[in-house]
């Protein structure tokens, strides 16, 4: 059994947002092999962001990534547009919104909530979300 977490709190009027997914017992190797890919294939984005890159390259980069560990089918195309994540700061919510049609470009100072997620039908659905400070070196 898995169990998926999307935890925030409020902290001096600011937002947090994190989410992971567990499984109760040992995950079947499918199961564990797909967070695997999904804990990569953030890695790799994350080494992606730097300030003046699109912020559409995020559905396509964790896409690219999966292909490599044969899960790229798997992951979730929220809204059939490649929504992976979002702006985060007084509300927990805001935008920009990170998705294949975002004309934004990521700045530094911005804090990202980057969250893909896999579902593997009638198996798992897995989350692994972070939030991350946008600098003049990355994130």
Known sequence: MAIAFDNGFVMDGYCSDFGRSFFCGKAPARVAGAYKALQTAQQELFARIKPGVSMSITFDSLHESLKKFGYENDLRNFANIGMMGHQIGIEVHEEPWLHNGS??????????????????????????EDMVLITEAGC
């Open 103 to 128: 004309e934004d470009v990521f700045k530094s100072g911005m804090i990202m909530c980057i969250e893909p997620k896999i579902l593997l039908d009638g198996e798992v659905f897995m989350r692994v």
